[in-house]
């Protein structure tokens, strides 16, 4: 397996525009999450899904950003409009939790997407 | 809401070194707790995976426990080499049906040759 692709893997834009941030899952795996990583904040979760549907929202910052699982194979974050503060690396990660009395999970992670927002 | 602090923020060791990175966690309720590695300006990588029920994991020179009560987990390097050197990464997965990892800041380890 390719693991989890995304692109593009650098974005240079100016403030305004807007930016979409695409992520192909692991084949066969249910949950998809995407997260960002700044130097003052580190990791953080900013949505995922299970089964194509979104599950928690709640680390989305902004009504700019959005995201979307239109199937199994693919998502799509997008920030609209874009600022500078928005710049950042984005994750995607994807994982399949096994059957059992505890959560058996791995999260596997893409490259990144580098944004900067001029 | 759960919090991870990795101690220390920076460590520089001789290679051939054992050493161990910390990890701690506000809420023991976790149902797992993962180690990733970070190399510079790369994705992440996973390592190890302690489920709730386990007390360590092993890969290698690498060892993971996991002390939930307490809300510790130290991640062991033995004969650290050069290739080593990376941000390693804690992160866990919280009860409450959330499912997205939280993540401590990282341990950015430089290994002396």
């Known amino acids: 397996d390719a693991g989890v692709i995304q692109s593009p893997r650098h974005e240079v834009t100016e403030m305004g525009q807007e930016v979409t941030l695409r992520c192909k899952p692991i084949s066969g795996h249910d949950y998809l999450f995407w997260y960002r990583q700044t130097m003052m904040r580190g990791l953080e979760l900013l949505i995922y899904f299970n089964n194509n549907v979104p599950i928690d929202d709640s680390g989305m910052p902004e009504d700019r950003f959005s995201a979307k699982m239109p199937n199994a194979s693919f998502s799509t974050l997008k920030i609209q409009p874009s600022e500078p503060r928005d710049s950042a690396v984005y994750f995607c990660a994807s994982s399949f939790i096994k059957a059992g009395p505890s959560r058996e999970e791995t999260q596997y992670f893409g490259p990144g997407t580098r944004l900067l927002v001029l | 809401k759960q919090e991870v602090t990795q101690i220390p923020a920076a460590l520089s060791v001789p290679e051939g070194e054992n050493l161990v990175l910390n990890c701690s966690f506000t809420d023991s309720a976790i149902y797992n707790l993962q180690w990733f590695r970070q190399d510079p300006g790369k994705g992440l990588t996973s390592l190890l995976l302690?489920?709730?029920?386990?007390r360590e994991q092993t890969s290698g020179r690498l060892n993971a426990s996991l002390d939930k009560s307490s809300g510790r987990s130290t991640l062991y390097i033995a004969a650290s080499q050069p290739g080593d050197s990376a941000t390693y990464l804690c992160?866990?997965?919280?009860?409450?049906?959330?499912?997205?990892?939280?993540f401590g800041k990282g341990t950015h380890l430089i290994i002396q040759p």
């Open positions: 302690i489920q709730s029920s386990q």
């Open positions: 992160a866990v997965i919280s009860g409450g049906g959330a499912d997205g990892l939280t």
